[in-house]
């Protein structure tokens, strides 16, 4: 396999979207559903999942996610860590609508801080789980998780169940693999495209656990120039 880094990731999204036209939500779309599908193969008798979602792509991710699961028949919650959305077109957004219309369980949590009420709510739906969903924030995050994230990242952890983090884990460094604070620790990773540059560094299997690179759908013909560019750095 080769790797990314975290200015690659942003650029193969970018030409994916702006030069090959393939749409932002088509790649969402791929990513999540193919997240989806292999959470679906790791817990085949469908126990139930929770997703915990932050403001960007990544929780955009975790809203396609819930809809397969649940269109799959397999028990599924979401917590949406977000503002409401400024703008009702991006991806982000057309999946959230999609998932309150489609009435999968769905909590809305501030941005800012998380009421005592709201936390002991969290912790009894993690504790009821059976698999987590880490789609918090993927590879642009560059410093570390403040509240209310730093406390769902410890919630999380605290739960003891096994989880899925979407394209890498909530909290690590994309081009160090080391953590830039409090950090999920994952069970399993679905990446995309790619292993993240910072998974050459064997410390962040502590916090990535086995890795699987997911397709989105880029154009094959993109993906193969940055794996030429890799010059011999693989993984």
């Not at 979401?78 to 982000?92: I, M, N, Q, W």
């Not at 460094?173 to 292993?195: M, Q, S, Y």
Request: aromatic share 6%.
């Amino acid at each position: 396999m080769f790797t990314l880094t975290r200015a690659q990731v942003r650029e193969l999204d970018r030409r994916a979207i702006e030069t090959f036209g393939v749409p932002g939500v088509v790649l969402m779309e791929n990513a999540g559903r193919n997240c989806a599908e292999w959470l679906m193969r790791l817990n085949p008798h469908r126990q139930p999942v929770v997703i915990v979602c932050g403001p960007g792509n990544n929780g955009g991710d975790g809203l396609v996610m819930a809809r397969h699961l649940d269109n799959a028949g397999w028990p599924v919650r979401v917590h949406l860590f977000a503002s409401p959305p400024r703008d009702p077109t991006s991806e982000a957004a057309i999946n959230h609508a999609i998932v309150r219309h489609s009435q999968i369980p769905l909590v809305h949590s501030p941005v800012d801080r998380l009421e005592p009420a709201q936390l002991e709510q969290l912790h009894s739906e993690l504790a009821n789980a059976e698999w987590i969903v880490d789609a918090l924030f993927g590879t642009g995050l560059s410093k570390p998780l403040g509240p209310p994230f730093d406390g769902l990242v410890q919630a999380v952890q605290a739960s003891g169940k096994p989880v899925l983090a979407v394209d890498i884990p909530s909290g690590l460094d994309c081009d160090t693999g080391e953590p830039l604070g409090v950090c999920i620790r994952a069970t399993h990773t679905a990446t995309f495209v790619a292993a993240k540059r910072g998974f050459l560094n064997p410390n962040s299997r502590a916090w990535t656990g086995a890795v699987q690179v997911i397709d989105i759908g880029a154009p094959r013909v993109l993906v193969d120039e940055y794996r030429r560019r890799c010059d011999g750095i693989s993984i």
